[in-house]
């Protein structure tokens, strides 16, 4: 795996600009809102709230990807 994304990062940086140049700013701000409304709330949380458990984290992990997921596919435009 590691060596995979070595090689993809690598290719990406020797053949030329990034996927952020090639098809936008706006595909990299759409896996970065993913990755924050699923990961992001149970790391702070599991950190600082010493109520938090497993199951509560996997559930806010399933519902912030379910969120996510379905706010996505509606191509929403806000400016």
Known sequence: MTLTTTYISASSFIGGPGAAYKY???WVLLAFG????????PLVLGLYWERANAAGAVT???TGGGC???LASLNLQIM
Not at 34 to 41: C, D, Q
């Open 24 to 26: 936008g700013l706006g």
């Open 34 to 41: 993913g990755l924050e409304a699923v990961f992001l709330w």
């Open 60 to 62: 806010g992990m399933v």
């Open 68 to 70: 996510y997921a379905f």
